[in-house]
């Protein structure tokens, strides 16, 4: 009696197989039963068939990506330095609104990675645009429920000979404690946008990659985060344009600031508002995509692995793992274990570390190094940073799928462009520009008191107050921290201008009048390097960026197609706790440290800082620079010399 003349009978090896045949056939069965049209329950129109296809979702997951780009490492870092001065935060405690969205990404990701695996992923797509529009709305509540911003232009102006300007400020903790108020609410904000963030670049790239053939994978990752490092480009530019318009709408008709003054604050909180609604309205063509797109199944069964053998493979396709959440502690055991897998992402987390400081932080260094204005900081800091990440991102997709390199090749490829990343830090250091000269912080008053004290026998008798930053320029050049610490007695409008005269602390240039004079605002920076810095900023973003398409398909590849998302989601654990959430901490304490004025509020307690040393946070930022990049070359070298590719694979 044998499997043939008995049905019922059958040898241990038929059952085996037999056994192998059928879960690869359930799971064949699943795809290709969950492939559908495109459409809202019943109502499927014809003429959005043609969405229906990884080139469709592809649309809409990149305008997604530009929202979602936009809003966090956007608008939310060029509106770091203008939250500092308006509600009195340091760096490190605005870095912390930065590592927020990366905070809410990790106590989530494990969970939305794994159990979205098998699930409808272009669902958690509209579960992202919902979470990224509630966030926005809820990061502007700020400004709403704060008082009108108020700089006491006249309370505290001109020097009084008799010393009798009033301070009625009082030693108490209730502008701490607004502040911090305010802290926690943008860090809500932050953490709602994290929530719906979680899915797009875990559940959103691996079903990108599973609806196309391998070799296109590539250059589709590679569009999809290209547009995404394009949205940060638009929030640059939007809201540099917004930080145009007084941060008060209703009172910009009364003030008597221009955009060139440190104390004006643009309106930070507008966009936020304006593209709360933009991104609830891309919650509607996700909710139309099927399970799977139609043709996965197919190009599932031609694919061939690469992954790293290690015995994972064998083991996540015989427990057929992922199915129910028991699995999890063996599918997270395998991702540990997979040396490659860990090497790779070691590579990118001091990546992501790198990134997320500069991109939370250069607006605010090129406004103090060079001296521009807040919204031309932004619209230079994009200028820097986001062409050179869009071209690099897409450049690398497209080189991986032109030369059809595999996954020891894309490793290759990562160490060479880091290399060259490496390389290219030295620009902080070579393009920094010399100290701005400022009575009482870097010189003394005109051979009179000393550097690190304001108070000078000039404007002794003046009662002038420290907590009120109020910059003029004097004609010597120097800046003095406002017209009370210049010694200016009167004052006149020209064009919209203060001017002071009879200033006592400042050396009198003119012959004629011998009175000397100061004017309203900071001395413009004699520096001519900022074209070299942009020009170098660019070359650094492309070669640093064409690293990273091929760094996260390689790692796609080292570990077993089922456990792809999975991966992505584990990665993006530890490159958020290692990396994006440390880092504009640490550049962010790295730039206090070089503050040389620091704005003393009541009972003597530290507010936002004015000025800062040009030499060390140029040497602070390449420091961190070169640590980032020499780490990240060091982990892609130990992925290259573990990897095991399976028998016959060429690599």
Known sequence: MNGIDNPVYYSDDETAINKDEKIKQATRTEEELSEGPYAWGSFSPKCLQCCNRPSGFLLWFCILGVIQGMLVNGLVNISISTIEKRYDLRSSLTGLISSSYDISFCILCLFVSFHGQRGHKPRWMTFSAFMLGLGSLVFSFPHYISDVYSYDSKKRDICSISGSHDN?????????????????????????????????????TAFIDESVPSEKSSLYLGIANGMAVLGPAVGYIVGGQFLRIYIDINKSAEIDLTQDDPRWLGGWWIPFLLFWPVAWLLTVPFLGFPKYLPGT??????????????????????????????????????????KVFMCLTGASCFDGLLITSLATFIPKYIENQYGRTSNEAALLGGLVLIPGAVVGQIAGGLLCSK?????????????IMSTVSLLLCSIFFFTKCENSLFAGVSV????????????????????????????????????????????????????????????????????????????????????????????FSFLFAVFNFMASTPTTTATLRSVPEKQCPFALGVQWIFIRLLGSIPGPIILGAAIDYSCILWVEKACGMKGACWAYDNHQMALSLMLICGICKLATILFDVSALSLYRPPKGNVT
């Not at 996540?316 to 997979?338: I, Q, R, S």
């Not at 030369?403 to 160490?415: P, Q």
């Not at 017209?483 to 400042?506: E, M, R, W």
Request: hydrophobic share 35%; with cysteine.
């Open 168 to 204: 009625n400020d009082e030693c108490s903790n209730s502008k701490s404690s607004l502040s911090l108020g305010y802290l926690f609410i943008f860090i809500l904000g932050q953490l709602i946008m994290g929530a719906g963030g979680t899915a797009m670049y875990t559940l959103g």
């Open 297 to 338: 199944a197919v190009i599932q069964k031609q694919k061939v692995s690469q992954a790293h053998q290690d015995g994972s493979e064998i083991l996540v396709k015989e427990k057929n793992l992922g199915k129910n959440f028991k699995d999890f502690p063996l599918a997270l055991k395998l991702l540990l274990k997979n």
């Open 403 to 415: 030369l059809k390199l595999k996954c020891r090749s894309m490793i290759k490829m990562a160490v």
């Open 444 to 535: 003394n008053y005109n051979g009179l008191g000393s550097p690190g004290n304001l108070s000078a026998p000039c404007n002794a008798g003046c009662g002038c107050d420290h907590s009120e930053y109020s910059p003029v320029c004097g004609e010597d050049n120097i800046i003095y921290f406002s017209p009370c610490h210049a010694g200016c007695k009167d004052q006149v409008l020209q064009n919209k201008t203060k001017v002071y005269f009879s200033c006592s602390c400042i050396s009198h240039n003119s012959s004629i009048t011998m009175v000397s004079k100061a004017n309203a605002g900071v001395c413009p920076i004699k520096c001519t390097k900022i074209k070299l810095f942009i020009t």
